[in-house]
């Protein structure tokens, strides 16, 4: 086959790969059909009819939908006939029979397929006399969708992408004829972690989300591009804003991160930026949360570092600042550390304030693999944290890839939810509840069939928070002796790999607690994190903030951790700044500003300058543009340097892959005896999360999750609501039996309120409650 | 649980018969109307999750085709045939006395659910013409008498098993083909009689 094939398209010629869709080829020359159904990032299903080109058969000209049909050396297309505008006309005047006239009403209207094409190509006039069919407008058919049957086209748009993109397809076509409508089952919500998609991409206004509904109209909005911070997919979005306020994020088509699609936390987590809770001014908390001024706090703050010697200084950082913000407070470090030398500072350490943070796969020693890397892969494997829940944008990617052949293969206990897209699942016969190898490598099954000399792409990562983490490092040697290897770290969160590439040595929670030394004075300045919730160090890190001297949080919200802190400083976040993320395969994406910055509150690297100065440690520096052109110098290739101007340009918007030099020192914890096993949903209780009314109420279930044996055997149980204790702890859950665990194992979601302070390691009691009702935080 | 295991047991016979569990979806749908006399949600939960698909998808298969009951029927569905060979051979009468007889209109049931009565397209015994399926066993070559006949004895007699070689032999007229085997297996509801997913039913004579 040739690269390139000819075809004529209006009388011109233009060239296209074979195997393509007319559709798509006229595109890609520029030509623009008219379509309602088709979506590139989908299978075509000609539903719509509204692309109908005419194209030269052996029998004569011919009617034929442009999305369904390939094109072939020498074709002739007309794109613009009039047997085609005729058609489109027709297509055009038989949608609108249904259609209800309630645009000046409708959220679309404005950037509304249906209606900007029928002004393009319409009838201008209807024929039609009679009654419109009706139904009730709109139903909800989630807790943040709603579906208006009377506006939808039957494109099946949203019904496809539920089933061949998210594979969860809860919305189906049902009835006949007339009567046809997109809808649920009853009783069985559209509950998907991606339901927004179909908002997005539905050509007329009859799927809508609670978030946005009469919110603005699109020729009011401002748009920006800019980067996720959900995962560290770092999925491209277009931030829609209208007097300064978000209102509505969409997903960007980026070719190697999330192709278009975002998850519903993605997309609908923003609300908080808002909140009336938002801190706006710095606080003296200790001074029953007194209203102070920057120079206030900076002067108290530098006294402190200042005033006695051999002080400790910590910073626990969190994963939704930009690089130059981290490049700025490791700036700061440095400089603080150089003060030491004058013998007033002790040591000097940062910390991530992430359980799954080891030391991973980096520099060198491996080759690390792209998110692309899935399409071209022999085999993916995966062992490390539910992926559907913390990286959901990779999850589509990987069903995407299997859906195309590729082969599967999952290791570990954390991933069920999407074991059915697996070749082989290696649970229980192969990893323990330790999450250690039960069987030699070597003689895992069907294993060597799967690796032996083909292309490998091993995602891996910490799969709980208590791990040995040696098996991860056997499995990717046995993998890379036998195997073509790529490597995708899994750092789920936000701008890990951002805080990894510019920090110079990052340690975890753990390292924290142990290293805390309470005879000296001790300063932790908490950065955009909060350790004291979220974490199985939580109830550890609390207690060493209680004893420690002199606490800043830098932050949006109160919270458990400002609860123990001195001052807040009130920061920025995303949509409020500007600078770069990096995601997993180290992609550098801009992230830009839209918002103003809300009161008196800073971005963190302003804090780090301002204390610089008041110390006398002249920074130079002034502005987000000067700290990333400081960074770039450090990247290992200059050849294409993620700087700003770099990522401004036109071929650079999807992102530039570099790498630093990176330092984790993350000491193994070893579990010997898991009776727990906590992972990360999506949905939780974080501060951003619960000031987002529209999806605060998605985080609130508590459930545990166990097998039926362990349900029935170990436990004797019969009620779906149990009482879960473990020493003074007791909350209540609600059970779901889950058949891919092993024996004996609970998993239990720690980033929802009530579970921190239990002991993974120590067995819990289950008491069957005495109510079934459904329970959730209040 | 909305399904006893002997319908269970039966469902997974009638999966094994498939490469792909979700091809058994037609069949399985048919057992759960000939349960029900209508296809139940919760009969639609049981199939999902025999066979591995979603509740909505097989709602949507369900609601799709006009043959898959959403209300119960009575104990007898009687289609009528309308359309063209039948119309031109005096449907009319047959559809007006059925309909005269049972007081139903167009998909409706009567109150004691013996009666489902509707007007269904083709029924390919054009050359019966007029055509009437009761459970889906065709009638041939019906007249409006032997039509109202044919009610009053279903009425009278409430047969368990519908055998459509009986009906015929009782009240029907004109046949498309006189050389067929005789059969006497029927159906005993709505539903069609398959051999192979045991709806067909054998009458003792
Ligand atoms: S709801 Fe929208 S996306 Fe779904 S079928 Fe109807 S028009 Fe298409
Ligand atoms: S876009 Fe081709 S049929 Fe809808
Ligand atoms: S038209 Fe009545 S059976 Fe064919």
């Known amino acids: ?778 | 649980m909305s399904w006893e295991k002997e319908l269970i047991d039966k469902a997974n016979e009638i999966i094994e018969m498939y490469p792909q569990k979700r091809s058994a979806l037609g069949p399985l749908l048919y057992l759960a109307q000939e349960k029900d006399g209508y296809i139940s949600n919760d009969s639609i939960v049981e199939i999902s999750n025999l066979v591995g698909i979603t509740e909505v998808q097989v709602k949507s298969v369900a609601s799709f085709y006009s043959m898959y009951k959403e209300e119960q029927t009575g104990k007898y569905l009687l289609s009528v045939c309308k359309s063209i060979s039948c119309e031109i051979n005096d449907s009319r009468s047959v559809i007006d006395s059925v309909k005269n007889f049972t007081g139903l209109e167009n998909y409706e049931t009567d109150t004691e659910k013996v009666f489902t009565f509707e007007e269904v397209e083709c029924i390919g015994a054009c050359g019966g013409a007029p055509a009437v399926q009761v459970n889906y066993e065709t009638v041939e070559g019906l007249t409006s008498e032997k039509s109202v006949q044919m009610c009053e004895w279903l009425k009278e007699e409430r047969p368990e098993i519908i055998v459509a070689d009986e009906l015929q032999e009782k009240f029907g007229g004109v046949k498309s083909f006189d050389w067929a085997i005789k059969d006497n297996t029927g159906t005993s509801y709505s539903v069609p009689g398959f051999q192979n997913i045991g709806t067909a039913k054998e009458k003792s004579q």
Request: hydrophobic content about 35%; overall charge negative; charged content about 25%.
């Open chain 1, 1 to 778: 086959m040739t690269d390139q094939i000819k075809i004529n398209v209006n009388g011109s010629e233009i060239s296209s790969k074979p195997d393509q869709l007319i559709i798509e080829a006229c595109e890609d020359s520029g030509i623009h059909i008219p379509r309602f159904c088709w979506h590139k990032r989908m299978d075509p299903v000609g539903m719509c009819r509204m692309c109908l080109v005419e194209i030269e058969t052996p029998r004569g000209k011919a009617l034929v939908p442009s999305c369904t049909t390939k094109v072939s050396e020498d074709l002739v297309v007309d794109t613009e006939s009039d047997v085609v505008k005729k058609a489109q006309e027709g297509v055009l005047e038989f949608l609108l029979i249904n259609h209800p006239l309630d645009c000046p009403v409708c959220d679309k209207a404005g950037e509304c397929p249906l209606q900007d094409q029928t002004m393009a190509y319409g009838p201008g006039e209807s024929r039609f006399v009679e009654d419109k069919r009706h139904f009730e407008k709109p139903i909800p058919i989630s807790e943040i969708i709603l579906l208006d049957r009377e506006r939808c086209i039957l494109c099946a748009r949203c019904t496809r992408f539920s089933d061949e993109i998210s594979g969860d397809p809860l919305i189906e076509f049902i009835q006949r004829g007339n009567k046809t409508q997109v809808n649920t089952f009853p009783d069985e919500p559209f509950r998907s972690y991606f339901s927004g998609n179909t908002v997005q991409i539905c050509p007329v206004g009859a799927l809508t989300s609670s978030s946005y509904r009469f919110k603005a109209r699109p020729w009011d909005l401002k748009k920006v591009s800019s980067t996720s911070n959900c995962s560290s997919v770092g999925d491209s979005v277009e931030l829609n804003v209208s007097q300064n306020k978000m209102l509505r994020i969409l997903g960007e088509d980026n070719e190697f991160t999330n192709q278009g699609w975002l998850s519903d936390k993605g997309r609908y987590n923003f609300e908080y930026l808002h909140s009336e809770k938002r801190i706006e001014t710095p606080l003296l908390v200790k001074n029953s949360n007194k209203e102070s001024t920057i120079n206030e706090t900076m002067e108290l703050i530098s006294n402190e570092i200042f005033t006695s010697d051999n002080r400790n200084i910590s910073f626990i950082v969190g994963h939704n600042s930009t690089n130059e913000e981290y490049y700025a407070l490791n700036k700061f470090v440095k400089n603080l550390n150089k003060v030491k030398n004058g013998n007033s500072v002790g040591s000097i350490n940062l910390y991530l304030s992430d359980d799954y943070l080891y030391n991973g796969f980096f520099n060198d020693d491996y080759s690390l693999g792209e998110i692309k890397d899935l399409d071209s892969a022999d085999t993916i494997i995966l062992w490390a944290q539910d992926i559907k829940d913390n990286l959901p944008t990779l999850y589509l990617r990987i069903k995407q890839a299997v859906r195309n052949g590729k082969k599967l293969l999952i290791f570990g206990h954390t991933n069920t939810a999407i074991k059915q897209l697996s070749e082989e699942y290696y649970g229980e016969n192969i990893v323990t509840n330790n999450f250690e190898f039960n069987v030699e490598i070597s003689d895992i099954p069907n294993l060597s069939k799967y690796i032996d000399g083909k292309d490998v792409l091993a995602i891996v990562g910490k799969s709980s928070p208590l791990q040995n983490v040696n098996p991860i490092f056997q499995l990717v040697k046995h993998l890379d002796e036998n195997s073509n290897l790529k490597i995708l770290n899994c750092f789920s969160k936000g701008n890990t790999l951002g805080a990894l590439q510019n920090l110079d040595i990052v340690k975890g929670l753990n390292e924290f607690v142990t290293e805390f030394d309470s005879s000296k004075k001790n300063i932790v300045f908490t950065v955009g994190s909060n350790p004291v919730n979220n974490s199985i160090y939580s109830h550890k890190v609390k207690d060493t903030l209680i004893d420690a001297d002199f606490v800043v949080s830098l932050d949006l919200f109160k919270n458990e951790t400002t609860e123990l802190s001195d001052i807040i400083l009130p920061t920025t976040t995303f949509g409020e700044k500007e600078g770069t993320f990096t995601n997993l395969e180290m992609r550098t994406l801009m992230q830009n500003k839209i918002l103003p910055t809300p009161g008196s509150a800073l971005n963190e690297w302003e804090y780090w300058l301002i204390l610089s100065n008041k110390m006398n440690l002249l920074e130079s520096y002034e502005t987000e543009e000067e700290l990333n052109s400081m960074l770039c110098k450090d990247y290992i290739d200059n050849g294409n340097t993620p700087s700003f101007d770099n990522l401004n340009k036109p071929s650079n918007l999807d992102g530039i892959l570099n790498s630093k030099t990176i330092n984790i020192e993350v000491e193994n914890v070893d579990s010997t005896n898991l009776e727990i096993l906590f992972v990360h949903r999506l949905y939780g209780d974080t501060s951003s999360q619960i000031n987002s009314p529209s999806i605060s109420m998605l985080g609130s279930e508590r459930f545990i999750e166990m097998n039926s044996a362990t349900y029935f055997g170990s436990y004797m149980l019969n009620s779906d609501v149990v009482t879960l204790i473990q020493g003074n702890n007791s909350i209540q859950v609600n059970v779901n039996i889950n058949e891919s665990l092993p024996d004996n194992l609970l998993v239990v979601p720690i980033n929802r309120r009530g579970f921190q302070n239990l002991n993974p390691e120590k067995k819990v009691e289950l008491e069957a409650a005495k109510s079934r009702e459904q329970l959730s935080v209040t």
